[in-house]
């Protein structure tokens, strides 16, 4: 006879509902009673408690005073509804969700307590679906002394954004006053989920830098090599169809750059930021380039060379740059589905300033 079927028997003689008569003792082949807090006695069969607990198992097996008595098994601090539905659990791997809604911080403890592991993931589950403002700081002592760690993180996660509304929780008082180490963890908790969040803030704004330096760098190329919209090399034919690029808002920019690097009269020595910055993108393009003889960026090569002559005073801090840079364009390119690179361009005049006679 397999456990179900055996289910399927108890079920017929249903000795845990809550209307029964527990204590009638009437269901076939029982041999142990379990005694709830209530006082009511619930029989079962031994050998089916065994199988789905070792903790029960070994309580059976312990060796009796009285051989004659009766085995009986107390299930005492919870409330005797609850010992019914984790006896039908025992014998049949199911609880409704109901059983879930009334009795499931009871049968996680229960699960815990008699090493019963589908049911306390069942319950882990079932807890973590019903977490509320009211019950988190409950069910978080809960998953702590029951060794539940997914669940003990899911309501720490509750706890930690939404502290201000379960700070003024009964829960969370009875915890302050009850328990201040587990509050002490609570605490700690935020406080390194918001520097995560800082330094994973920190991290993104960093990276999208480096990436749209990246960006740019390909934007610098393409400018040089075939042009882009008004902006071009002065020995590519400007009849060539030129419409905007994929990279529409970094082009665009970096030509506006270009051509006031092209006709500014303050320049670099004159204190011009913006000749600054154009002069850091073409060396960064220098430093990033591997062909530089057959490159079309200007002053790639002259960048190049300076850059040999001053190895030794090239900084620190320039490197992890242009590392970074290449990094971000290496991971952009993993986690971004690929572009499209060639679109139909739209035909524009090029009215606008021929570049890099510089
Ligand atoms: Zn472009
Ligand atoms: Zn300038
Ligand atoms: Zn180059």
Redesign the pocket.
């Known amino acids: 006879m397999s456990l179900s079927n055996i289910s399927d028997d108890m079920y017929g003689h249903s000795p845990f509902s809550v209307n029964n008569d527990h204590s009638s003792g009437e269901m076939t082949g029982a041999d142990v009673q379990i005694i709830t807090s209530g006082g009511l006695r619930i029989p079962a069969h031994s050998c089916i408690l065994a199988l789905a607990s070792p903790v029960l198992e070994n309580i059976i097996d312990r060796p009796r005073k009285h051989r004659s008595s009766e085995k009986t098994i107390p299930i005492l601090g919870v409330p005797c509804d609850a010992v019914a539905v984790f006896l039908r659990f025992l014998y049949s791997s199911k609880c409704t969700e109901e059983d879930m809604d009334k009795y499931g911080v009871h049968l996680l403890a229960l699960s815990h307590v008699y090493l019963v592991p589908q049911l306390k993931q069942r319950c882990t589950k079932g807890l973590a679906g019903r977490l509320m403002f009211e019950n988190v700081v409950d069910v978080l002592q809960l998953a702590r002394l029951c060794n539940a760690p997914d669940l003990y993180l899911k309501c720490m996660k509750m706890v930690s954004s939404n502290f201000k509304a379960i700070e003024q929780t009964e829960g969370w008082k009875f915890l302050q006053n009850h328990d201040p180490w587990l509050e002490l963890e609570i605490l700690q908790f935020i406080d390194e989920a918001e520097t995560r969040k800082k330094r994973t803030r920190r991290h993104r704004e960093a990276q999208s830098l480096y990436l749209q330096l990246s960006e740019a760098m390909e ?1 610098l190329e ?2 040089c090599t075939e042009g ?2 008004s902006v071009g090399p002065y020995d590519v034919e400007p009849s060539k169809n030129r419409g ?2 994929s ?2 808002s970094t ?1 665009q920019g970096l030509q506006l750059l270009i051509r006031h690097f092209a006709t500014c009269k303050r320049r670099v020595n004159g204190g011009c930021l913006r000749c600054k910055r154009m002069w850091q993108l073409l060396r960064l393009h220098s430093s990033i380039c591997d062909q530089p003889d057959a490159c079309k960026v200007p002053l790639c090569r002259q960048f190049k060379l300076k850059m040999q002559q001053e190895k030794k005073r090239d900084d620190a801090r320039w490197r992890l740059l242009v590392r970074k840079v290449v990094s971000a364009k290496a991971i952009s390119s993993l986690s971004l589905p690929k572009r499209k690179r060639e679109e139909p361009r739209e035909a524009i005049n090029h009215s606008g300033v021929r570049m890099f006679e510089l």
């Open positions: 934007c393409h400018i882009c919209m905007p690029c990279k529409f082009c």
